[in-house]
């Protein structure tokens, strides 16, 4: 199997939980603490929290702050869907936009003061690069980023989406100093904490495909595969293109088959049979987002492998706009 997705879908793993690690306010829940403990320590930070990341459980995040608040639209679906939620009870969001190359708009930052800015050191889908450290010299603002597929230390809040990490459940860690009250024990989620950082502690991230990907793709499609993004603005084990006159939902369904995995983005990952909100919020119709796919690396391939998967591809590609035509 070829798992190009792994940025969005998870490399599942088995994992063994005891009794030990079940939370009880009579007990002193050493086996817990001791794995919080670790957790917070290995990204700096003092506490951490549990929520359910989604539009409900991310709601309550927000008005759990006390203060301004910006929000990039190359976010996770749950705090887009939250923050609309937010401005729907009347309360107030800024709204950072994304530019047609993919990256966020900054210049509001030099305009206004925030106490908290929700965006990440990368865009979700294009996995576009944003350098937070730019962002704290021009903001005084708290930076709460979700640092699933990439950590940034200038984050000041970090979330660690459970689902895109692990697979087992919907929850995220947050990970803070001083911004929220303690958490009750009897809502934290403990089995959401062992099954991230454990899978945390086996990420890895392959860098050496993707400058080979690029050219065996372009060698083979040639006009018919494009860029939305400058493939050196993102992370450096993802790959974002286009690929012309065909709906990415019709590869991925056709590649699985073949046991080749990719992603049109987010919302395809979510279940939600969507096309990539992130590339409308550049400025492309929906038709043209349908384009979109994007692939990760977590392992080294050869580069035969890499040209055997290029090729399946376009032999795929090609079926479907025959199809499609007739």
């Known amino acids: 199997m070829y798992k190009l997705n792994f940025l969005l879908y998870p490399n599942v793993q088995n994992y063994h939980i005891t009794k030990e690690e079940s939370l009880n306010v009579l007990s002193n829940n050493d086996t817990f603490y001791e794995l919080k403990k670790e957790f917070i320590a290995k990204y700096n930070f003092n506490d951490l929290k549990t929520i359910d990341f989604s539009k409900a459980g991310v709601l309550g995040l927000l008005l759990d702050l006390k203060g301004k608040i910006a929000v990039s639209k190359g976010e996770s679906e749950a705090i887009i869907q939250a923050a609309q939620e937010y401005e729907k009870l009347g ?3 800024t709204w950072l936009e994304l530019k047609k190359d993919g990256s966020v708009d900054l210049d509001i930052l030099e305009k206004s003061k925030f106490d908290f800015i929700f965006i990440s050191s990368y865009v979700m889908d294009t996995f576009v690069k944003t350098q937070l450290k730019d962002i704290k010299k021009l903001s005084s603002a708290k ?3 979700n640092c699933s597929a990439n950590f940034d230390e200038n984050c000041d809040i970090a979330i660690f989406d459970s689902y895109k990490i692990c697979g087992y459940t919907s929850n995220a860690i ?3 100093n001083d911004e929220f009250e303690e958490q009750n ?4 989620d403990s089995i959401a904490v062992k099954l991230t950082f454990e899978a945390l502690k086996e990420q890895k991230f392959n860098t050496s495909n993707k400058e080979i990907f690029i050219e065996e793709l372009q060698a083979i499609f040639k006009e018919d595969l494009y860029f939305f993004v400058d493939s050196k603005t993102t992370l450096d084990y993802s790959l974002h293109f286009g690929l012309k006159a065909i709906k990415a939902r019709e590869l991925i369904r056709t590649l699985s088959l073949s046991n080749i995995l990719i992603t049109n983005g987010e919302g395809c990952s979510l279940g939600l049979s969507k096309p990539s909100r992130i590339i409308q919020s550049m400025g492309y119709d929906e ?9 990760s690396f977590n392992e080294e391939y050869t580069k035969e492998d890499i040209q055997k998967i290029s090729k399946h591809f376009y032999k795929k590609y090609r079926q479907i706009r025959v199809l499609n035509e007739q």
Request: hydrophobic fraction near 65%; avoid cysteine.
């Open 143 to 145: 930076i709460i980023s």
């Open 287 to 295: 038709l043209t987002s349908r384009n979109a796919i994007s692939i």
């Open 174 to 176: 947050i990970l803070f």
């Open 185 to 188: 024990i009897a809502n934290l």
């Open 91 to 93: 309360l107030e969001i």
